[in-house]
């Protein structure tokens, strides 16, 4: 191994090692109802999805819109296996049918259930898909994920799904524990945790040899399968492993918000993620994880005030009421993508030389090198 | 360049951003109540409303004594969307606000999804008119001041049976809608343990093609047609009634009674009877006032609808304003977990009557439904004899 | 059998209906991807937009003025998302096209969502159309008897421009082979703006038509009449017009037939209402495992 790369190496785990510390500092400091943790919570969470979506559209080259359906059935799964038995048998949350799932897990089984169930519908799905091109994979794979929440929302399924009603009081961010005792989990920092184990996994992946072949596959299909890439098979891989990712990150999210209900997934959330992964740039893992915790911060927080009157000291309950907020968030998305189509990072992904040269340019005095 | 500029930008904003994002620590004497509820969405309409009365109450009364100092209260408002996903956020921002008590929201759904929320906060909520059972069972954080769907379901299944002498009721709920889903469930139970029949179905999301439902209810010889569903649909369900020739009573429950099921019902051949908290007319002093108030300012009545007539809804969020404050009095501090066990015990008497809860979920003890039906000619609502349950 | 028909004549009666309205915006979807291959996620909103306009122009202006009014709106609305959002785009990545189309769409609906404050807003009665009568014991609006009838004359009269006009041939061509004819000299942006024009046209007159019957506008009422529209123009065969009318009225029947499955078919037990929007995107998948070229697509060949 060179110097540089294990320069490389030691300062990405030096910089990792930063976030998770921080993120135990804040836990420890801030109130825990501070906005700070729904933004660090949901923009990790965010981050997940869009990093299993860059999988496939900027990695794979497959423009899939069918993100929103593996979330929900992750969410799904996570809800109805961790909630416990005793509230499953109680009226509360399934009023209206018996619950026919008599057994409860731990978080752990949940968190890779969900993914599971997810990859293994991506698997079916992705037979017939796949094959498509381009744009009508995209708008197939749309299609199969208002299926989903269509069937997850059916009458019948209730004793499973709870029919269209709310599911909630299963282990979501509130009631986890760590291992073997009764002392609560910090929540952000959980939260971090797995999603920085998925980003991870999916990093080595993006640079193992199958990392290479999808990205053969995303510059050229037909020269790929010259080369003797299995097209098909490496795009079932793709998107069964991005799917994967996805349940997870539904998981997380239905931990995250306390309740799920199939509603929620509807074709926007896609959108968003996409929205999110273009503003990141195409490409690039560094990217997506930027413009998520960006975007949530936005949306959640720093311009909540268009929202409710105030902004930036400004009064003016007129002007800014409530929708004023997503108006203004549109026009910028729209602003990203027409002049900047290349997102916050490009293909790049972010490292400290990039942030060195950064610096460099933005200080005119020390560009002599 | 341009990224660069894209770069400087971001930070420009983002940490411009970071000091007027953060949360104002308030000076000592506010005390602030969040108010939890729609203002856009399938029950923006009738969020805009019960948040009306809360501000007219709050108009009114802008102070609370607590001991002996004067707190100026002051009132958060958060928008949910009407939408289940939205809720959480919208409640996590309320309790960053550092609100001592959450009111709202129209919807039982919504109250639902933010609950946990504020249970992990430890802030107490007060619903105001969500009408689902689930919102207040097994927790101890939230409370509510309206009667509860298992009642009202019961009143209207009686009602349909006996009054209007229905022996086979077609019901339309919308999927995956805590409120119309529950109202329907309780209603059917009643209405077949009477020996009446049900045809039951619901509709999805963003549907707005009510023809085939209403071609169902005729089809399968209903003599009422129940949905009690969002005023969004209800205005489009009324006018589809209308041209398609439903011929039959249409009822619904507390949602339907406002103003916008007035304006689409005007000139219609259509027979509608909603269930309710509150009749205008009930406290005549109250209205007055309150007319006064609205017609005062062009917002205000945009947000009451575009007339000054008094939802039942607006009724219930005046009382629940004061409802909070008498918690507030009698805990004795604005610290949330104070006001959450003085709740228990906080009683008023309110324009749509005396409110008092109970022990076990912290719901109010009611015991009257009050009737009205539409009138198609005068666009008003006439009141019909009130139901009291003992 | 009569009696059947008779007992079920308002299903098919608003399934036609809402068919003929799915045609008309199931045009503009099919002529823009026959040009561009852009799948115009936008369309659906721009109906929406025509529909919330005629709301609020209706309430200031008589309806001979406002109908006009909203025509010409609606079609330069059709320009300016095409100028700015599209044009920019020409020579990018596919992906980055549809992408703008979806923040195009995004925009739409949170402008909408802002303006009218997240309320439904109440469609008004226009004279005619919104009028009751009586068909063979079903009583239904004149819009929707009118509605196939004037679709098929708004196609026919398509027909004829694009077969007999100059533009029309322009049109053709630009489809067929968009580099050959731009070195033909046809003016590319002139055909794309126009088409884009003619196929909001189309979008505003389908919105008066289905916002009669569906009597309020909401700032997501376009997403889902879109979707299906475009499923419409799927099943027809992209780019192809009578594929896309036939296709649309296909689906509205259907989707009406499902809503009134128990009633009709005598099925026992609810729950199938679910589906009936789920059902479009069933047919969509099936239709493009089977035959991905669609009814009466043109087969495209992948150049190397």
Redesign the interface.
């Known amino acids: 191994m060179d110097r540089e790369k294990r320069n490389h190496l030691i300062r990405l785990f030096v910089a990792i090692a930063a976030v998770y510390i921080f993120i135990t500092i804040l836990e420890f400091t801030l109130r ?4 700070v943790f ?1 933004v660090l919570r ?1 923009g990790a969470i965010y981050s997940l999805v869009a990093v299993s979506m860059n999988l496939l559209n900027g990695f794979t080259g497959l423009f899939s819109l069918g993100q929103a359906g593996f979330m929900l059935l992750g969410a799904y799964t996570y809800a109805i296996l961790t909630m416990p038995l005793s509230v499953k048998q ?1 009226e ?1 949350v399934y ?2 049918y018996d619950c026919i799932v008599q057994f409860d897990t731990g978080v752990f089984i949940g968190l890779i259930a969900a993914g599971l169930v997810a990859a293994f519908f991506a698997f079916l799905i992705g037979l017939p898909v796949l094959r498509l091109k381009s744009d009508y994979l995209a708008i197939a794979t749309l299609g199969f994920a208002e299926i989903i929440r ?1 069937i997850f ?1 059916w ?1 019948v399924l209730g004793p499973l799904t709870n ?4 599911l ?1 009081e299963f282990k ?1 961010l ?1 009631r986890i524990t760590i291992p073997f005792t009764d002392i609560p989990f910090p929540p952000t920092l959980f939260v971090f945790i797995v999603v920085g184990i998925s980003i991870l996994l999916i990093v080595l992946l993006i640079n193992s040899s199958y990392g290479r072949a999808f990205k053969a596959i995303r510059d050229d299909e037909t020269a790929a399968e010259a080369m003797g890439i299995n097209l098909f098979r490496h795009k079932e891989l793709s998107f069964v492993i991005s799917s994967f990712f996805a349940g997870i990150s539904g998981a997380l999210l239905a931990m ?4 799920v ?4 997934f ?1 074709t926007v959330l896609t959108y968003e993620i996409l929205l999110i992964v273009v503003i990141g740039g195409i490409g690039s893992i560094s990217g997506s994880c930027i413009a998520s915790f ?1 975007y949530i ?2 949306s ?6 268009l ?2 009157g105030t ?3 400004i009064e003016a ?2 002007l800014f009421r ?2 004023f907020r997503r108006l203004v968030f549109s026009v910028i998305i729209m602003v990203i993508v027409l ?2 189509s290349r997102g ?1 990072m490009g293909d790049k992904e972010l490292s400290y030389e990039r942030f060195r040269n ?1 610096i460099r ?2 200080v005119p005095g020390r560009r002599a090198r | 360049m ?3 500029l ?2 400087l930008a ?1 930070a420009l ?2 940490s ?3 000091f ?2 953060g ?1 104002s620590e308030s000076d000592s004497t506010v005390v602030k109540i969040g108010v939890f509820e729609p ?3 399938d029950n ?2 009738g969020g ?1 409303q019960e948040t009306l009365g809360i501000q007219y109450a709050n108009s009114l009364t802008p102070t609370v004594m607590i001991g002996d100092t004067e707190y100026s209260v002051e009132l958060v ?3 949910n ?1 009407s ?3 939205r809720a ?2 919208a409640a ?2 309320l ?2 606000a550092g609100a001592s008590v959450v009111l709202g929201s129209y919807g039982s ?1 919504v109250s ?2 933010g ?3 504020f ?3 430890g802030v107490p909520a007060i619903g105001i008119t969500c009408t689902n059972p ?1 919102v207040t ?2 927790n101890t954080h939230y409370f509510r001041i309206c009667y509860l769907d298992p009642f009202q379901g019961t009143v209207l299944a009686n009602y349909a049976y006996n009054e209007l002498g229905a022996r086979k009721v077609y019901c339309l709920a919308k ?4 409120y119309s ?2 109202l329907v ?1 309780y209603f059917v139970e009643q209405f077949t343990a009477l020996g009446g029949e049900v ?15 209403i ?2 209810a ?3 010889g209903c003599e009422v047609f129940f949905s009690p569903v969002s ?2 649909a209800a ?2 369900i009324i ?2 009634a ?4 439903l011929g039959m009573p249409i009822l619904a429950g507390d949602t339907w009674d406002s103003n916008v099921i007035l ?2 019902a005007l000139g219609k051949d259509v027979d509608i009877t909603v269930t309710t908290f509150y009749p205008e007319g009930a406290d005549p002093e109250f209205d007055a006032a309150f007319k006064e108030w609205v017609n005062a300012d062009s ?1 205000r009545l ?1 947000n009451n609808g575009g007339d000054d007539t008094i939802s039942a809804v607006t009724a219930m969020g005046y009382d629940a304003y004061y409802f909070a404050l008498q918690a507030i009095q009698n805990a004795g501090s604005t610290d949330p977990a104070d006001i959450m066990e003085a709740l228990w015990t906080t009683e008023i008497d309110g324009v749509t009557g005396h409110i008092a809860l109970e022990q076990v979920n912290g719901d109010a003890i009611r015991n009257t439904v009050y009737v009205k039906h539409a009138n198609t000619t005068t666009g008003g609502w006439d009141a019909l004899p009130a139901v009291v349950v003992d | 059998m009569a009696d059947f028909f008779q ?2 004549l ?2 098919f009666l ?1 399934g036609i209906s ?1 068919g003929g309205q799915y045609a008309l915006i199931a045009i503009g979807y099919t002529m823009v991807y026959g040009i561009l291959r852009l799948i115009n996620f936008a369309h659906g909103d721009v109906f929406m937009c025509a529909g919330l306009m005629m709301v609020y122009f209706s309430s200031a202006l008589p309806f001979t003025l406002s109908i006009p009014a909203v025509l010409v709106l609606t079609l330069l609305l059709g320009f300016i998302i095409e100028r700015v959002a599209y044009k920019p785009l020409r020579s990018a990545p596919r992906m980055s096209v549809m992408i703008s189309a979806i923040g195009v769409s995004y925009l739409l609906q949170n402008a909408a ?1 802002y303006f009218t ?4 807003k ?1 469609y008004p009665e226009i004279p005619v159309l ?1 009028k ?1 009568i009586q068909i063979a014991g079903a ?3 004149v819009v929707t008897i009118i509605t196939p009838f004037l679709t098929i004359i708004l196609v026919v009269l398509l027909s004829l421009l694009i077969k007999h006009t100059k533009m029309g041939m322009a049109m053709r061509a630009v489809s067929r082979d968009f580099e050959t004819s731009q070195l033909m000299g046809i003016k590319i942006n002139k055909v794309i703006s126009m088409t884009f024009m003619l196929g909001s046209l189309l979008a505003a007159v389908a919105s008066f038509l289905y916002f009669t ?4 506008v ?1 700032p ?2 376009g ?2 009449p879109g979707l299906k529209a475009f499923v419409a123009a799927v099943f027809g065969g992209i780019g192809s017009i009578p594929g896309a009318v036939i296709g649309a009225f296909i689906i509205g029947i259907c989707e ?1 037939i499902i ?2 499955g ?2 009709i078919f005598g099925i026992p037990g ?2 199938w ?2 589906f ?2 789920a059902f479009t995107f069933a047919f969509l998948i099936v239709v493009l495992i089977v035959r991905p070229t669609g009814l009466f697509g043109e087969k495209s060949v992948d150049k190397v």
Request: a negative charge.
């Open positions: 825990p109802t501070s906005i729904t949901k109680s509360r009023k209206y269509a929302q009458d029919g269209a009603n709310l909630r979501d509130s995250f918000q306390y309740t209900q199939a509603q929620q509807r960006l911060a936005l959640e927080w720093w311009l909540r005030g929202d409710m902004f930036l000291g309950p007129d409530s929708g002049f900047f916050i950064g340019r933005l | 341009r990224k660069t894209l770069f971001v904003i983002a411009a951003m970071v007027a994002g949360s203002a856009s969405g923006g309409a805009k408002i958060a928008d969307e939408s289940n996903d959480a956020s996590a921002t309790v960053n759904g639902i999804a609950s946990d929320t249970r992990v906060a689930q069972e097994g999927l995956g809608d805590d889903g529950g469930n045809v039951s179905e619901t509709f999805p999301d963003g549907n707005s093609d009510f023809t085939s439902y071609a169902n005729k089809n399968g005023t969004e205005q489009l006018n589809q209308d041209s398609q020739g304006q689409a917002t945009a | 007992q079920n308002s299903y608003s809402v969502l404050g997240g309320l439904a109440v919104s009751s009583t239904t609006r019957n569906y009597a309020s909401t997501t009422s997403s889902m009406n809503k009134g128990a009633s609810s729950g209402t679910t009936s929007d």
